[in-house]
């Protein structure tokens, strides 16, 4: 159902339609099977650990659900649906980080970052997990780029459509994830290409 | 990248770790069924119900945004009279040196640094602000 960017081919005009005629149910059925692997990726790569994005993922679709009868496609649906969905993220961001700064002093823990591989697929490899524990040192806003920028498929407009920002600030956070972790990489003595071309041959 | 020092072929190879690495996750099989179930349970809630958890959410957002603006304000002023003070203090301290060099020029030196500083922190400031702006 979706097309080689990943965006999905359901008319907004659809969807207001059966709005429109009370079908709410079908509506929302559509919108499930455009919009509901995004929205799980969109939350994946704003918080980055699997649970905690279920969660947002449902919340958010749940929001979706009851703000349906009320969408008038004055805005698009896509960006509608991720705004609500942003706005859970950063909302379960926020209450994410005033519990790291209660349990701080505490337990003196300096972040309660999850491991790279409650998000993201398994592997044995451990240039894998290496490349993804570099990733989790690289600024939270530069973190969510990249992820999302790889989840889907690397496209710029659809990771900026569901940033809701400009391409340029996606190509911007892109090329300043990219030279951060060029740098990690150079002072950890791993910039050497066919280190990383062995994992992926 | 070549500015960052990195040739062509890290990057590509870097490109193609990372695609590997960042493997889109896909959705678990139960997440429709747990969706469906997570719905009728709210449909069963009263509406006033619903309304007061939102309330209550939308007021912890504003009092976690309210922190942080304090925070920032409290930051800022403390900074402003930490640079004052020190500004005085380096000043009285530098004084007598400047005096012995450049004799009744010295407080103008000093005046005149000081309007620099100021300047130097005020782009540094800008530029920081605007690449906030940018992300």
Request: glycine share 8%; hydrophobic share 45%; net charge neutral.
């Amino acid at each position: 159902m979706n097309t080689a960017l990943g965006r999905p081919e359901t008319s907004d005009a659809e969807v207001l339609g059966l709005l429109r005629r009370g079908a709410r149910e079908q509506a929302f059925a559509r919108v499930l099977e455009d919009y509901e692997q995004k929205v799980f990726r969109l939350c994946c790569a704003l918080l980055g650990e699997r649970t905690q994005a279920e969660d947002a993922a449902q919340e958010s679709l749940l929001r979706v659900w009851h703000a349906l009868e009320r969408y008038d496609g004055r805005a698009g649906l896509s960006s509608w649906i991720y705004a609500i969905t942003r706005n859970r993220c950063l909302s379960a961001l926020a209450r994410r980080r005033t519990f790291d700064s209660l349990d701080a002093p505490e337990w003196g823990e300096h972040s309660r970052e999850p491991a790279a591989d409650e998000v993201l697929l398994d592997s044995s490899d451990g240039r894998v997990q290496q490349l993804r524990d570099l990733v989790e040192l690289l600024p939270e806003r530069q973190r969510q780029v990249l992820r999302l920028y790889y989840f889907e498929d690397r496209s710029v407009s659809e990771v900026a459509l569901m940033l809701g920002c400009p391409e340029g600030t996606v190509k911007a956070g892109l090329f300043r994830a990219r030279a951060a972790l060029a740098t990690l990489l150079e002072r950890r003595g791993l910039a050497d290409p066919s280190y990383w071309q062995e994992m992926t041959s | 990248m070549s500015e960052h020092g990195i040739d062509s072929q890290l990057d590509r190879a870097l490109d193609a770790a990372l695609e590997q690495a960042l493997r889109p996750p896909g959705l678990p099989q139960r997440f429709r069924a747990e969706l469906g179930a997570a719905r009728r349970r709210l449909e069963h809630l009263d509406v006033a119900q619903v309304r007061a958890r939102l309330q209550i959410e939308h007021h912890e957002q504003l009092a976690t945004l309210q922190a942080d603006f304090v925070r920032i304000r409290r930051t800022t002023l403390g900074t402003l009279l930490g640079a004052a003070f020190a500004a005085g203090a380096g000043a009285v301290i530098a004084m007598p040196w400047l005096r012995s060099h450049f004799g009744p020029l010295a407080p103008v030196l000093i005046a005149w640094g000081g309007v620099a500083l100021g300047v130097l922190l005020g782009v540094a400031a800008l530029r920081g602000r605007l690449g906030t702006q940018t992300r």
